[in-house]
């Protein structure tokens, strides 16, 4: 009888476990390895958006090997403006990139943000959703059709590339 309550015990508590629901991503910022990884604030002929037009855009890159959800995390072109334009439920693969659209046209899609980038230089910053700085940058004047980024991607090296490369590895 004791043996026939243990098993089930345990097979109360293993079917129990089954419907719980699947953990969230764990996005701390000691975990989540996202970098701004590449941006144009002068867009004339590079890459058209959904809309075809030539915006402003930035490149996130996930350096991690492991899928990382973006939800409640913010990006802003000011360092005191935490919450400036919150990225929509969207996760960026291992080692995958994700474009934004930095037009200020928001009604354009989910990844236009409510700000532009200037050309003549200023902040850009990722905030985790706890309102800290996940990655930043200050940079100086920009020129048209020429993007600055890491290279390679996720390092501190920073260069101006003529030949941009939104959306894929920096070279």
């Not at 958006?49 to 899928?67: K, S």
């Not at 913010?74 to 919450?83: A, I, M, P, Q």
């Not at 354009?108 to 050309?119: M, W």
């Not at 100086?140 to 590339?161: E, H, L, V």
Request: some cysteine; proline content about 6%.
């Amino acid at each position: 009888m004791k043996k026939l309550l243990l098993f089930i015990i345990a097979i109360t508590s293993i079917y129990s476990s089954c419907d719980k629901p699947i953990e969230p991503i764990d996005n701390t910022s000691s975990k989540a390895k996202i970098y701004i990884n590449e941006f144009m604030a002068v867009n004339s002929k590079t890459i058209k958006d959904e809309a075809n037009q030539y915006d402003d855009w930035l490149e996130l890159y996930n350096a991690a090997d492991t899928l990382v959800n973006l939800t409640g995390y913010f990006l802003s072109d000011k360092l005191t403006v935490t919450n400036k334009w919150k990225f929509p439920t969207i996760t960026i693969s291992p080692k995958g990139f994700l474009l934004v659209w930095c037009d200020g046209d928001t009604l354009q899609g989910p990844l236009h943000a409510n700000f532009k980038i200037t050309s003549i230089g200023e902040p850009l910053v990722i905030f985790t959703p706890e309102g800290k700085i996940l990655d930043s940058l200050s940079f100086g004047i920009q020129y048209a059709d020429t993007s600055f980024g890491r290279f390679p991607d996720g390092t501190n090296n920073w260069k101006y590339m003529p030949t941009p490369t939104p959306g894929t590895a920096n070279r």
